[in-house]
C-alpha cells in the first residue's frame, strides 16, 4: 500500500533537500486541493505556475509519480509531489498518532485509515433510492458525470441509434471552437476521458465495428480542436489521442473491416493528421490489412511519392511542407519494413539540400555496418556544403577517419571547429578525438597556444566571445585552479563564472575569494528584487566561515554592519540580515 511507503523522510530522499523545501513551502501556502485516495492511487491539484495534477502509487516496494510539470517530464520527485504526499501526511496524521496512543495494531490502522474503503462501505449500506438521489444531485454539479449518464440514457432510450448518439456526444465533449484556456484544461480534459471510458464500453459490449466509426471521428474532432486549446501544462490532448488511435486499432482488430477500404482510409488519415493517432498505420495494422490492404496501401503511397520533386542544394530546402514531411515518412516505414537498407537511401536521398540529410543517410548505413557507403556519404555531404558545415556531420566523418587510422584526417575536421568556435564544448570534443588518435597533448598545446594569442591580440576585445572566460572554464575543467585564477585576470569573465571560481579557489586561498563575494553580494543587492536579497544572503552564508578561516571574525560582523547602514531603505533584505 502507498501508505506504507509516505513519510516526510521518505519524500525527503526521493526529492532531495532543497526540492523537497519547496514542497514544503507550497503545502504549508495550501496550493493543495481535491486530493482523494482511491485504489491506492493519491491524486490532488496542486496550485503552482500552472495547476498541475499529481498522483501518487505504490509500485514494486516503492513510490511511483505523475506531475505535467517540468521537472518531473525529466524524470524528477518534483516539489509538486512533495506537496501532496505532506497533504496527505497532514490530513490523516491526527488520526495515526490517536490510534497508535490506544494501542490500534498497524494493519487495522492502516485498513481503517483507507477512504476510498471507507466511502466503499458506506454507499454498500445505502438503498437504491438514496443512491439513486445522491447521483442526480452530483450530476447538477459535475458536467463531467453528467454527459456520462446522458449518453448512457439516450442509448437506453434507442439503442439503435448508437452511432448518431456517440457522435452528438463527441461534439459535445470536443465543443465547437470556443477557445479553452489552461486553467479549464483539467476540466476539459476530464470530459474528454470521460467519453473515451464510453467508447471503450462499446469494445467491451461487442460493438466493434460501431467504434471504428466513432473512434475515427473522435480523432478527427480532437485533433481539430488543438488549435484552440491551451494545452501546454500536461499535454492531454497528445495522450487523449494516443488513448483514441489505440481503441480504434483494436476496434479494427476486433471488427476485421474491409481491408481495402480500411487501407484508403488509413492513408487518407496518415497523409491529413499531424498528430500521432495514426502514424505508421502500414506496420502497425499490418495483420488486419493483410496482403490485400497492405497492397493497396502502398500503391497509393507510391502514387502519392511520385509527385514529390527532389530537392538538392541548389534548389534549397523551402518552407516547412508538412504533405512532404507525411508522405516522406510513410515511405521510409515502407522501406524500413521491408529491411531494403537501398530503398530507404532511395527515399532519404530524395532530399538533399542540406548537409543534416546526407548525415541521415550515412547513419543508416553504419547502422547496417555498411561502413565503407557509410564514409563515401559523410565525405559527400562535407564536400557539398563547404560554406554551411554541419558539426555533427564533421564529426561522423571523423570517427569513422579514426575507425581507420587515418587521424590526421580526423584531428583536421575536429580542430577546424575548435578554431572556429573556441569554447568548453569543442576543447572537450577535441580531447575526446585527439585522446583516441594518440595526439592529445600536441593538441592542448595548440589549443591553449591559440586561446592565448586571441587574449593578446589587439581585437580580443571585439569578439562576441571572452577568450580569457574560455581559457578560465577549460582550466577549471582539468582542475588546474592556478591557472584558471590567472586566466581570469586577464580579461572578462561572467559573475557566474567568478563564483564558480571563488568557491574552488577558496579551498587554499580564502583571501583570494573573499572579494570575488563582496563584490556579488554588492551587485545582487542592488538589482533591488526579493530573488536577488536570497542569494546575497546564500553569498554571506559562504563569506562567514571564510573570515573565520582567515582568523578575522570580527571582520564579517563589521561587513554586515556596513551593509546594513549601505541599504537600510531596501527593507526586506534587512529583514533576511535579521533571520541571518
Not at 454498500?124 to 463531467?144: P, S, V
Request: aromatic fraction near 10%.
Amino acid at each position: 500500500m502507498l501508505a506504507d511507503h509516505l513519510s516526510p523522510t521518505k519524500l525527503k530522499e526521493l526529492a532531495g533537500e532543497t526540492v523537497f523545501a519547496r514542497g514544503e513551502s507550497y503545502f504549508n501556502s495550501a496550493a493543495v486541493s481535491r486530493m482523494k485516495m482511491a485504489d491506492d492511487v493519491l491524486s490532488a491539484w496542486v496550485a503552482g505556475s500552472y495547476p498541475y495534477t499529481v498522483k501518487l502509487w505504490e509500485a514494486e516496494g516503492g513510490i511511483e509519480y505523475e506531475c505535467a510539470c517540468p521537472h518531473a517530464d525529466e524524470g524528477n520527485f518534483c516539489k509538486h509531489c512533495v506537496a501532496v504526499g505532506l497533504a496527505w501526511l497532514s490530513e490523516n496524521g491526527a488520526w495515526l498518532a490517536e490510534n497508535e496512543a490506544a494501542g490500534e495494531p498497524k494493519s487495522a490502522k492502516k485498513k481503517k485509515n483507507n477512504p476510498w474503503q471507507a466511502i466503499t462501505e458506506f454507499v454498500g449500506l445505502q438503498d437504491a433510492a438514496t443512491l439513486a438521489a445522491w447521483l442526480l444531485e452530483t450530476a447538477k454539479r459535475d458536467d463531467a458525470l453528467y454527459e456520462n449518464l446522458l449518453l448512457k440514457a439516450r442509448r437506453a432510450v434507442d439503442p439503435a441509434s448508437t452511432i448518431k448518439i456517440f457522435r452528438t456526444a463527441i461534439d459535445r465533449a470536443v465543443g465547437r471552437g470556443r477557445f479553452v484556456d489552461w486553467n479549464e484544461m483539467p476540466t476539459y480534459a476530464a470530459g474528454l476521458e470521460n467519453l473515451a471510458d464510453s467508447l471503450t464500453e462499446l469494445l467491451q459490449q461487442g460493438q466493434a465495428a460501431a467504434l471504428v466509426d466513432l473512434a475515427e471521428y473522435a480523432i478527427t474532432r480532437v485533433e481539430a480542436a488543438c488549435e484552440y486549446v491551451d494545452d501546454s501544462n500536461g499535454g492531454e490532448m497528445s495522450v487523449m489521442l494516443a488513448r483514441l488511435g489505440e481503441l480504434h486499432y483494436q476496434a479494427c482488430s476486433a471488427a476485421s473491416p474491409e481491408p481495402v477500404a480500411l487501407a484508403e482510409r488509413l492513408f487518407k488519415y496518415e497523409m491529413a493528421h499531424e498528430l500521432d493517432a495514426f502514424d505508421d498505420c502500414l506496420g502497425r495494422y499490418a495483420q488486419v490489412l493483410g496482403k490485400q490492404g497492405s497492397a493497396r496501401y502502398k500503391q497509393l503511397a507510391e502514387e502519392e511519392w511520385r509527385k514529390v520533386e527532389p530537392r538538392t542544394q541548389e534548389t534549397g530546402r523551402g518552407d516547412y511542407d508538412s504533405h512532404r514531411w507525411r508522405i516522406t515518412r510513410i515511405m521510409e516505414n515502407i522501406a524500413e519494413l521491408s529491411g531494403d537498407v537501398e530503398a530507404l537511401v532511395t527515399v532519404k536521398s530524395r532530399d538533399l539540400s542540406s548537409a543534416w540529410n546526407y548525415l541521415g543517410i550515412a547513419e543508416i548505413y553504419r547502422k547496417h555496418r555498411l561502413h565503407d557507403q557509410a564514409l563515401e556519404w559523410a565525405e559527400r555531404g562535407v564536400t557539398a556544403f563547404p560554406n554551411k558545415p554541419d558539426n555533427h556531420l564533421r564529426d561522423f566523418l571523423a570517427e569513422e577517419y579514426l575507425r581507420r587510422k587515418r587521424n590526421d584526417e580526423a584531428m583536421r575536421l575536429i580542430w577546424v571547429q575548435f578554431a572556429e568556435q573556441p569554447g568548453l564544448d569543442h576543447y572537450q570534443k577535441l580531447h575526446r578525438f585527439a585522446e583516441q588518435a594518440g595526439l592529445w597533448k600536441t593538441f592542448r598545446l595548440q589549443a591553449l597556444a591559440y586561446l592565448d594569442n586571441l587574449i593578446a591580440s589587439p581585437s580580443s576585445k571585439r569578439h562576441y566571445f571572452s577568450p580569457a572566460a574560455i581559457l578560465t572554464e577549460i582550466y577549471l575543467w582539468e582542475k588546474n585552479i592556478a591557472a584558471a585564477w590567472a586566466a581570469a585576470s586577464q580579461g572578462v569573465i561572467s559573475d557566474q563564472l567568478w563564483l564558480k571560481l571563488a568557491a574552488v579557489r577558496a579551498v587554499d586561498h580564502p583571501a583570494d575569494a573573499v572579494p570575488i563575494y563582496r563584490r556579488l553580494i554588492e551587485t545582487a543587492v542592488g538589482h533591488t528584487n526579493n530573488t536577488a536579497y536570497d542569494d546575497a544572503i546564500k553569498l554571506l552564508k559562504k563569506l562567514e566561515p571564510l573570515w573565520a578561516r582567515l582568523d578575522s571574525p570580527t571582520d564579517f560582523g563589521q561587513y554586515i554592519a556596513q551593509l546594513r547602514a549601505q541599504y537600510k531603505a531596501k527593507r526586506n533584505f534587512i529583514k533576511l540580515l535579521d533571520k541571518l
